[in-house]
């Protein structure tokens, strides 16, 4: 699945609809004894631990990129089953579109980062870090808690245990 936030949340339903194990952001996966080993990034990516799957199948998220595409194996046979379409119980109707209101922005590519944490005390103090970004030409960012806790600020500014690299 895609190490997104929808992969990772739809990895945690499946897991406990399949009573399997979930691994999120899989760097590389191993199989010795008929077990599998997955290693990803913990404490923020300061190291790589090392998970052994102690159920039949499991469930991973893994980032694009990660794993080269495997070549097909004509050696290996089985079965297709041809199922149906069995339309739902409940039908849903959408009766309304709405376009989603997102702040893009790529702080990756960014001059200058300002960034807030809880210190800044409240959202509406948020504004004097919004002029000094103004004034020397800054994105604004903000620590995980401002985003995820206080929902201060959007997702997609928020820095600190993430991919995203500074200079200082």
Known sequence: MPNTRRGKLLAAKLGYRLNAAVSNDASAVSVQDGKATV?????????????????????????????DAA???ASRTGETHTVEWQAPAVAITRTATQARQ??????????LVVSVGRGIGSKENIALAEQLCKAI????????????????????????????????
């Open 137 to 168: 030409g800054a994105e604004l960012a903000c620590s995980r808690p401002v985003a995820e806790n206080e929902k201060w600020m959007e997702h997609e500014r928020y820095v600190g245990i993430s991919n995203l690299k500074s200079l200082c």
């Open 102 to 111: 997102s702040n893009s922005v790529d702080l990756d590519k960014a001059r």
């Open 39 to 67: 290693k990803h990034m913990v404490y923020g990516g300061l190291a790589i631990g090392e998970e052994r799957i102690a159920t039949p199948y499991a469930v991973l998220t893994i980032s694009s990129g990660t794993f």
């Open 71 to 73: 070549q097909p194996d």
